[in-house]
């Protein structure tokens, strides 16, 4: 299957056009990918390797546990246009794949203990608005989630956090208009899944942090243990 469908429609790499993978190893070799952990300020700090802590002591009150983003999103212009084909049309859904593979290459280079995330682990991704999903056929950090569960052998449970109705690009407002857009958005339905269990949110980039942290607020009130964030990129 996989054969014909090569056959039919080939994949050409996104950084050099070399036919065979949307990634071929020479590109994704020039990706600088994360080798350590940062903490969630706006001007991040990195934080000590093998820490069990995500957060610096400047930014404890926030109820996200800490971010794994596996790259820089502004370093480099492969790291964008992975992105942005993986969410705008001409859409390359299977692109979850190799991003799921960046992010797994971070999470080992920041020596992420794999038992601590397949205990009690579960991976939950960021939704969509009802339309925005329509329109564009899928969420694509479910499809990251998917490929992430493959790896880690841990559930994906994408309906359990919802969002309710849509909202502006966080990065179009001020600071001051990002909270507004977020509340309410974010709701819990079939919370007896999740009490007690540690959630890995995953995201395709974290940019403000408004949203992730939106989320961890309605998931911890629902009765989670803790809430990280995966991302295959952070733009700070």
């Not at 991040?44 to 390797?49: A, C, D, T, V």
């Not at 109820?63 to 246009?81: Q, R």
């Not at 559930?155 to 407002?173: A, H, I, N, R, S």
């Amino acid at each position: 299957k996989t054969f014909f469908l090569d056959l039919l429609f080939p994949k050409f790499c996104l950084g050099c056009g070399r036919e065979g993978e949307f990634l071929c190893a020479d590109c994704r070799g020039i990706l600088d990918i994360n080798r350590y952990a940062y903490c969630l300020c706006d001007k991040p700090k990195r934080l000590p390797e093998s820490s069990k802590n995500g957060k610096c002591p400047n930014c404890q009150s926030k109820k996200l546990a800490g971010l794994f983003a596996a790259l820089p999103y502004e370093e480099k212009e492969l790291t964008k246009k992975l992105i942005y084909r993986f969410k705008y049309p001409p859409y390359i859904k299977n692109l979850a794949k190799d991003l799921a593979g960046l992010i797994i290459e971070h999470l080992a280079a920041c020596e992420m203990n794999i038992d601590d995330i397949r205990e009690n682990g579960i991976l939950i991704p960021v939704p969509l608005d009802v339309k925005k999903l329509k329109s564009r056929g899928y969420n694509q950090s479910e499809e990251l989630a998917k490929e992430l569960s493959k790896f880690f052998e841990i559930p994906v449970m994408p309906d359990v956090l919802m969002k309710t109705k849509p909202t502006k690009p966080q990065m179009e407002l001020k600071k001051e208009e990002r909270e507004k857009n977020l509340l309410g958005v974010f709701a819990i339905k079939n919370a007896e899944k999740i009490r007690g269990k540690k959630i890995f949110l995953i995201d395709d980039v974290y940019t403000t942090g408004g949203t992730m942290e939106e989320c961890a607020i309605v998931l911890k009130n629902a009765g989670v243990k803790s809430v990280w964030g995966i991302a295959i990129a952070r733009d700070a």
